[in-house]
């Protein structure tokens, strides 16, 4: 049985040292390996929430755009993204879909739904809501009084 490198004796001070010296690194590559693991756990496990999120409101009878569980919206958020140019503003989406919504929704040949959710998750951590009905807009402004925020600050 060799001990050292040429193989005679036990094992010198200098690579006990070296030993003991590289196991640490072992133990922090698992421990690494781990919160990455759980980490992509989490991820995909949001995911899957906000996902079916989605398809429970279109179960409802809610009316939402042709959906993915795997791709939510964004194939119609990068759509949206390549024929407009690189700076223009998000809120242009409104817009545009509202103008195209006979393409997306056919059954709605006389304007947009008053409301329509969208999911672009991971991009926007819930699921939005549109509202294209002015007095449908009022009610989240005007009409009822909404309970703000948690009141979450970044600073």
Not at 57 to 76: F, R, V
Not at 108 to 135: E, K
Request: proline share 10%.
């Amino acid at each position: 049985m060799r001990h050292t490198r040429n193989g005679t004796g036990p094992p010198s001070g200098h690579e006990t040292a070296l030993r003991k010296a590289t196991w640490p690194w072992g133990a922090l590559l698992r421990v690494l390996g781990v919160l990455a693991t759980v980490a992509i756990v989490r991820f995909l496990h949001r995911g899957y929430q906000v996902r079916t999120k989605m398809r429970r409101l279109q179960a409802q009878g809610i009316p939402t755009l042709p959906h993915s569980l795997l791709s939510g919206h964004i194939p119609l958020l990068l759509r949206f993204r390549s024929l407009h140019p690189a700076d223009a503003h998000f809120n242009t989406l409104t817009t545009w879909l509202a103008t195209n919504c006979t393409h997306w929704l056919p059954k709605c040949p006389n304007g947009p739904r008053p409301a329509l959710y969208l999911d672009f998750w991971p991009i926007f951590p819930d699921p939005m809501l549109l509202v294209f009905d002015h007095a449908l807009a009022s009610q989240f402004t005007q009409a009822h009084a909404v309970p703000a925020g948690r009141g979450e600050w970044l600073w």
